[in-house]
Each structure stands twice: as structure tokens, then as C-alpha cells.
């Protein structure tokens, strides 16, 4: 089930989150609690992570008062927000297909920027690249070649 129906069916009710970020000096600071799914391709990646539908999963706990869980994690996911520097709209996404040669199999997700669209104030910016692999080392090299390589340009 997808992520517009289940808030069309008014399940989001249930599920809540915390963003809690770390100071220099190690303590911790929360930056939001809401009830709703998190953002930022968080609940995707958990399901990546678990290799599960979380979404199916979700519905089920909410209309049945069922949980198959807890999961194994078996892969460690990231996701790269493609965002340029600048203002104006969207006038160039470069990088893209040397990305894909490099790394295509693990890419699991991909919403490249549109060129014309207005650049994005969100900080997920214009796309994303979500990669999975079962080693978080190598999905830290992938994330860092994704920022390394895709560059969005604007224009004014």
C-alpha cells in the first residue's frame, strides 16, 4: 500500500517519531517529535534495511493489531538528497550516468532532479539515490561517490 493511501485512510494515527541529533559534546538534542511517519525516505529504508514492506507491515499492526516482527537487519541503506548550491530552477543534472555504471546494482531507488523545476527549499533538495548493500562501509563509499559525482545546477 502505498503512502498516499494509508494517510487517505486515516491510518498514520498510530505511528509516531523522534529526530534527535548529537552535540560536539555528545549530548543529545531532540529536534522534533511528531505522530506520523518520518520523513526523509526514513520508513523506506527500514524496510530496505529488513528486507520487508513496511508499509504492509504497518497497515497490518493498525487494522488487524497484528506485528510479524522483530526483523533481522541484513542490509545497511543511505540515501543521498541531490540538491545544488544557488537559486532558481533546475538548468542541469550531470554526473548521473557515471553514477549508474559505477554503482547501477545497488541503487534501489532513484527520483533524479527535474530539469525546470524550482529548486526544492526542502533539505531532501530536487531527487535522491537510495543504495543498499549488506556492508554499511560500502554503502558509505556509495553514498560519498553519489555527493562526490551528481552535481544539480540552477539558474536564475
Known amino acids: 500500500m502505498s503512502r498516499a493511501a494509508i494517510a487517505a485512510l486515516g491510518l498514520d494515527d498510530g505511528m509516531t517519531h523522534m529526530e534527535w541529533f548529537q552535540r560536539a559534546d555528545e549530548s543529545p538534542v531532540i529536534g522534533e517529535i511528531a505522530q506520523r511517519p518520518p520523513g526523509a525516505n ?3 529504508m527500514t524496510g530496505l534495511a529488513h528486507d520487508v514492506d513496511l508499509y504492509a507491515t504497518w ?5 488487524d493489531g497484528e506485528f510479524h516482527g522483530p526483523w533481522e537487519r541484513k542490509y545497511a541503506v543511505g540515501s543521498a538528497f541531490l540538491r545544488g548550491l ?10 548521473v550516468h557515471e553514477t549508474w555504471e559505477a554503482m547501477g546494482r545497488w541503487v534501489v531507488e532513484a527520483k533524479l532532479p527535474t530539469v525546470g523545476a524550482p529548486k526544492s527549499e526542502s533539505y531532501e533538495g530536487n531527487g535522491d539515490m537510495v543504495v ?15 555527493i562526490d559525482t551528481v552535481r544539480v545546477t540552477y539558474a536564475e
Open 59 to 63: 497497515v497490518r499492526a493498525v487494522v
Open 42 to 44: 526514513i520508513s523506506l
Open 86 to 95: 544557488g537559486h532558481g530552477r533546475v538548468a542541469s543534472v550531470t554526473g
Open 132 to 146: 543498499r548493500d549488506p556492508s554499511t562501509e560500502v554503502v558509505k563509499r556509495l553514498l560519498k561517490s553519489i
